[in-house]
């Protein structure tokens, strides 16, 4: 049974860093074309963080977290990683981990992604 399981996830101030975990469990992880963070905030859509390819070779972020989070892959480990930094008030969500399998065309799409992570929670006060 393939798994994703994220920690790292808590309280901090602005500020503030945390780094998030997402390890796989069930499938060679190197087999993840693509893996991705989402956030959900309560009463928004889920949010296209941050991805990145099979290899670490190529990272993505969306405009708001970019210079603020890192993502990277540790293949040995079985384990995506994403550092958050000089977090904000509005980084307040549930961050999910998701992987790619197979075909995708956009990457930034919930949709694209058929494996998920339950969510860890992240809250960043004022």
């Known amino acids: 049974q393939v798994q994703l399981v994220e920690s790292g996830g808590g309280l901090v101030q602005a500020g503030g860093s945390l780094r998030l975990s997402c390890e796989a469990s069930?499938?060679?992880?190197?087999?993840?074309?693509?893996v991705g963070w989402f956030r959900q905030a309560p009463g928004k859509e889920r949010e296209f963080v941050a991805a990145i390819n099979w290899n670490g070779g190529s990272t993505y972020y969306v405009d708001s977290v970019k210079g603020r989070f890192t993502i990277s892959r540790d293949n040995a480990k079985n384990t995506v990683y994403l550092q958050l930094n000089s977090l904000k008030p509005e980084d307040t969500a549930v961050f999910y981990c998701a992987a790619i399998t197979g075909y995708y065309s956009d990457y930034r799409r919930a949709g694209m992604y058929d494996t998920w992570g339950q969510g860890t929670q992240v809250t960043v006060s004022s």
């Open positions: 069930g499938r060679t992880f190197s087999s993840y074309v693509m």
